[in-house]
């Protein structure tokens, strides 16, 4: 079984910084990509960032320049540095992780999410 545990998440201030951590194990053949989403209080989840294998990035609008997501293929790991920091991005943050388990079969996995919370 293929798991990816978050961690980091806590209440900041807003025009804060924070540093999100996620660690994907199990049964792994390659991890193509590595994501953050969030899902705020009554809204959609959305994507936060996305690097892939080939250092091919996808990011939402609203986040460029203050999000960055970087990646440690040795630890199977992402990160997410958060800057300026808005009170309105308060959500469950999420790591995605799409991998094969073998060399035919892939999937979209999911961590559990943790609490981001800026106050106003």
């Known amino acids: 079984q293929v798991q990816l545990e978050e961690s980091g998440g806590h209440l900041v201030q807003a025009g804060g910084f924070l540093r999100l951590s996620c660690a994907a194990s199990?049964?792994?053949?390659?991890?193509?990509?590595m994501a953050w989403y969030r899902q705020a209080p009554g809204k959609q989840r959305e994507l936060v960032a996305a690097?892939?294998?080939?250092?091919?990035?996808r990011n939402a609008d609203l986040v460029k320049g203050r999000f960055t997501i970087t990646r440690d293929n040795a630890k199977n790991a992402s990160y997410l540095q958060m800057n300026s920091l808005k009170p309105e991005e308060t959500a469950v943050y999420y790591c995605?992780?799409?991998?094969?388990?073998?060399?035919?079969?892939?999937?979209?996995?999911w961590g559990r999410g943790t609490q981001v919370t800026i106050s106003s």
């Open positions: 995605n992780a799409r991998l094969y388990t073998s060399t035919t079969d892939w999937n979209d996995y």
């Open positions: 690097l892939n294998s080939d250092g091919g990035r």
């Open positions: 199990g049964s792994i053949f390659i991890i193509v990509e």
